[in-house]
Structures are given as C-alpha cells and as structure tokens.
C-alpha cells in the first residue's frame, strides 16, 4: 500500500514563505519511477493544479499562478517531495496535496494513482 503524507502546512501573512513535504512510504513504490505533482482545492471549487516534477532529469511543470513564486523539487533518497512557496497571497488559501503515481508530470488530477490527505495552508492579508 503506498502512503502519502504532507507536511509543512500553516498559517502565514501575506508575503511570506513555507516549504511544503510529501513523504512517501511502500513497499510496492517506487518513489523514483513515477512522476509527482502538487495539486490544491478550496471548498466548492474543482481541484487545481500547482506543480508537477518528472521522475527523471526532474523536469518540472507549473500552473501560472505559481511560475516565479513557487519551486517543485523531490529528493528520490528520501522519497520526499517539496514545495518551496514565496510570495504568497491570500489567493493560495487552500488545502494543498500531494499526488504520485503518473507515468508524466501531468497538470491533470486523473493521471495521479496516489493522493496524500492535504495540509491546510492559509494566507492572512
């Protein structure tokens, strides 16, 4: 069974930074063949798309509103994903998640086989 699970989630103001991890854990995983993506949601509204990371040369992929800000990296070692967030605004209020198991760093939910269970991050202004 494959478990993904956030960290780094918080309260923060307007401006500031927070680095987000996904851990993940399984014996049937291969952290390291699969590509990983970070996706978002508020309540009411669809899943959105931040990053994806390919799971090789780490090719990497993001959603306009998070180009410039934010910075998708994973460490296949320790089989952990991070999000590294600058700027933030109180439009990045969401719960953020964890998604692997894509055979590409895909900007579709569909292509991910594994969800973590989010971290709530929230951005006062």
């Known amino acids: 069974q494959v478990q993904l699970v956030e960290s780094g989630g918080g309260l923060v103001q307007a401006g500031g930074s927070l680095r987000l991890s996904c851990a993940a854990s399984?014996?049937?995983?291969?952290?390291?063949?699969?590509?990983m993506g970070w996706f978002r949601q508020v309540p009411g509204k669809d899943r959105e798309f931040v990053a994806a990371?390919?799971?090789?040369?780490?090719?990497?992929s993001y959603a306009d509103s998070a180009k410039g800000r934010f910075t998708i990296s994973r460490d296949n070692a320790k089989k952990t994903m991070y999000l590294q967030m600058n700027s933030l605004e109180p439009e990045d209020t969401a719960v953020y998640y964890c998604?692997?198991?894509?055979?590409?760093?895909?900007?579709?939910?569909?292509?991910?086989?594994?969800w973590g269970q989010g971290t709530q991050v929230t951005v006062s202004s």
């Open positions: 990371i390919s799971w090789i040369v780490s090719r990497t």
């Open positions: 399984g014996r049937t995983f291969t952290f390291s063949s699969y590509a």
């Open positions: 998604a692997a198991g894509a055979s590409y760093y895909s900007d579709f939910p569909r292509e991910y086989a594994y």
